[in-house]
């Protein structure tokens, strides 16, 4: 039986007036690739960013493998590899260096396992550039190969086809899917609703601060042509009624 890596359990997050997240229940499974979808606005990054220890929840508890999680208890992030938003490297050192310099915080993280990652992500041929000269989708790259040298066991990713072209998007595709079939679960966060669709085996779809939708993919898809139909219809179904 698969054992639950993330767990919110009605999750709260209110800023002055603003319910943002509400009423939020959530399981995320070992060893599956979760889409988190919504439009702007919807609540998707602050939820990820108190399943990150980021944000207090208002009400509500977040708990990651098993742990809860705070601003005040961490533990359980030990284990979890994060790319949200855009990565940040020093720009003068090679892509090579960044990871080097990020290994030396990680007790078993060596140069094996950094040239590992390079070539996880297929940047191995420009991994002595200086990270200033790559392109947006390169450094995507190296956030994911960041976020993948400690052997996480949950990898939380937020817009990581950000910049790829689209043989890049099909690669990011293909490592997204062998990292779970490694046993690695993926929560991911996109708009893009084509990649979710062939990359995910589960999705939720989050639309102000509620939970408007959420199943196997195959479900959700049934009598539906894709899942921007099953998206829109959900996001435009009657408002959510204020917690």
Same mark, same amino acid.
């Given at each position: 039986?698969?054992?639950?890596?993330?767990?919110?359990?009605?999750?709260?997050?209110?800023?002055?007036?603003?319910?943002?997240?509400?009423?939020?229940?959530?399981?995320?499974?070992?060893?599956?690739?979760?889409?988190?979808?919504?439009?702007?606005? #919807?609540?998707?990054?602050?939820?990820?960013?108190?399943? $990150?220890? +980021?944000?207090? &929840? !208002?009400? /509500?508890?977040?708990? %990651?493998?098993?742990?809860?999680?705070?601003?005040?208890?961490?533990?359980?992030?030990?284990?979890?590899?994060?790319?949200?938003?855009?990565?940040?490297?020093?720009?003068?050192?090679?892509?090579?260096?960044?990871?080097?310099?990020?290994?030396?915080?990680?007790?078993?993280?060596?140069?094996?396992?950094?040239?590992?990652?390079?070539?996880?992500?297929?940047?191995?041929?420009?991994?002595?550039?200086?990270?200033?000269?790559?392109?947006?989708?390169?450094?995507?790259?190296?956030?994911? #190969?960041?976020?993948?040298?400690?052997?996480?066991?949950? $990898?939380? +990713?937020?817009? &990581? !086809?950000? /910049?790829?072209?689209? %043989?890049?998007?099909?690669?990011?595709?293909?490592?997204?899917?062998?990292?779970?079939?490694?046993?690695?679960?993926?929560?991911?966060?996109?708009?893009?609703?084509?990649?979710?669709?062939?990359?995910?085996?589960?999705?939720?779809?989050?639309?102000?601060?509620?939970?408007?939708?959420?199943?196997?993919?195959?479900?959700?898809?049934?009598?539906?042509?894709?899942?921007?139909?099953?998206?829109?219809?959900?996001?435009?179904?009657?408002?959510?009624?204020?917690?």
């Amino acid at each position: 039986m698969r054992q639950p890596v993330i767990q919110l359990h009605n999750l709260h997050k209110r800023f002055g007036a603003v319910q943002a997240v509400r009423h939020l229940n959530l399981e995320v499974f070992s060893g599956e690739c979760f889409g988190f979808l919504g439009p702007n606005g #919807a609540g998707k990054t602050t939820t990820i960013s108190m399943i $990150l220890g +980021l944000l207090r &929840p !208002t009400a /509500g508890r977040v708990v %990651v493998l098993g742990e809860e999680v705070t601003p005040d208890h961490t533990a359980a992030l030990r284990h979890v590899g994060a790319l949200a938003g855009a990565p940040g490297f020093y720009p003068y050192l090679s892509g090579r260096a960044n990871l080097r310099l990020l290994a030396a915080l990680y007790p078993d993280v060596d140069d094996v396992r950094v040239e590992e990652v390079l070539a996880l992500v297929g940047l191995q041929e420009a991994a002595n550039r200086k990270a200033k000269a790559y392109s947006t989708g390169m450094k995507q790259r190296l956030g994911l #190969a960041a976020a993948l040298l400690h052997r996480p066991k949950l $990898l939380i +990713l937020d817009e &990581p !086809t950000s /910049g790829l072209d689209p %043989v890049g998007m099909a690669e990011m595709r293909a490592l997204l899917r062998k990292l779970t079939e490694e046993g690695i679960t993926v929560f991911l966060s996109s708009h893009l609703l084509h990649e979710v669709e062939q990359t995910c085996d589960r999705v939720a779809i989050l639309n102000r601060g509620q939970l408007v939708a959420q199943g196997p993919v195959a479900d959700l898809l049934a009598g539906k042509h894709d899942l921007e139909e099953v998206f829109m219809a959900a996001v435009h179904a009657p408002n959510p009624t204020a917690a």
